[in-house]
């Protein structure tokens, strides 16, 4: 004896999102039978929007629902300043910071040779034509501190050697509030390694 | 600067789910980005869905696209068996054990003077009525072993004690496979109290 049709597609669909297993998809389909009906069309309608409406901004791989997104069409940030990330939910995350007002660059992976992913494959030779054809002046890599992350940063700084662009990685260290005890000794050999000299002079 | 507006509402949705945040409503939001065209299609239309053709079955109260729901459609099962349960959640569970063959009934939640929830707002008397009507023999009360639980069992018990119905409440005590060291001490006090003999005779 199942759920009503409709019950039971809902807990299958719920199942299919990240983290959620059978039980919780159970409890997160019945709760919606509470919600109201303005609620259900506005998830509803949502959901249907991310094929139709969502899309990639055409230069940046941001998301947008237009051909640029939100912070391309923004004309008073500064152009000659380039973040690079690795999804759009990052973006976000330098958004929520503020302090940023350059543009954003989101490759669409880290290059991993173990995995058959070239450059090529997650589109950076068309972020470098982007770079040059805009007159990036700074590029800062803000890509995962992982081997592919090192890997994909060391590759795009190369090939920007050449040109007169300053590239520049976000630091890796021991993040602030961090318990001593539970930072894994990668992170504890950099933060060792990049130790800056305090100055008591000003 | 935010999501376009569809991720934005989507995220918002998600929010609304009991147990869900800001930060796990954003990442299945974004995941959703991933599914197929016809996993979103079911998702979206299971919640419209939700509104439009999920109500309550007639006779028992468990959810229904029918007027019945599936279980009371069953005719194969045992009509002389009830048991009484607080949500069609509850009669899941009883479901995916297989081994109980009668029909539920599913009350509107648990009396609880306190919070001024008397007998007729869950409409116990409704349920006595259908009880002497289908001429059920046996009532098995499935409901939380709380004050509010234990109330409603009672009141159910004493109202059908005049009958000729056997009136039976499902048994509370330490689980199986529970660590004895986090057993609380109500459910140990019963646990105790219920007791039964060992019998070696067989």
Chains 1, 2 share one sequence.
């Not at 055409?58 to 912070?71: G, P």
């Not at 929520?96 to 669409?108: E, S």
């Not at 990036?136 to 190369?158: Q, R």
Request: net charge negative.
């Amino acid at each position: 004896m199942k759920y009503p049709t409709t019950i039971q597609n809902l807990i299958e669909c719920f199942q299919k999102l990240p983290g959620i297993g059978e039980k919780t998809a159970e409890r997160l389909a019945l709760s919606t039978l509470n919600f109201e009906q303005e609620t259900i069309d506005v998830f509803s309608e949502s959901l249907k929007n991310t094929k139709t409406k969502i899309k990639k901004c055409s230069r940046c791989n941001n998301l947008a629902e237009d051909d640029l997104c939100e912070i391309c069409k923004d004309d008073s940030r500064d152009a000659k300043l380039l973040c690079v990330v690795e999804s759009p939910k990052n973006i976000m995350l330098f958004e929520k910071l503020g302090t940023f007002h350059g543009y954003y660059h989101v490759i669409d992976g880290l290059i991993s040779p173990l995995d058959g992913i070239n450059p090529e494959d997650i589109h950076i030779p068309e972020m470098i034509n982007r770079i040059r054809e805009e007159n990036i002046e700074e590029v800062i890599l803000a890509l995962k501190p992982s081997v592919e992350g090192e890997t994909t940063s060391l590759y795009i700084s190369k090939i920007l050697d050449k040109s007169n662009i300053l590239v520049s990685k976000i630091a890796h260290g021991v993040p602030l509030g961090a318990d001593m005890d539970y930072v894994d000794s990668l992170t504890l050999e950099l933060a060792l390694e990049n130790r800056k000299k305090i100055s008591n002079d000003d």
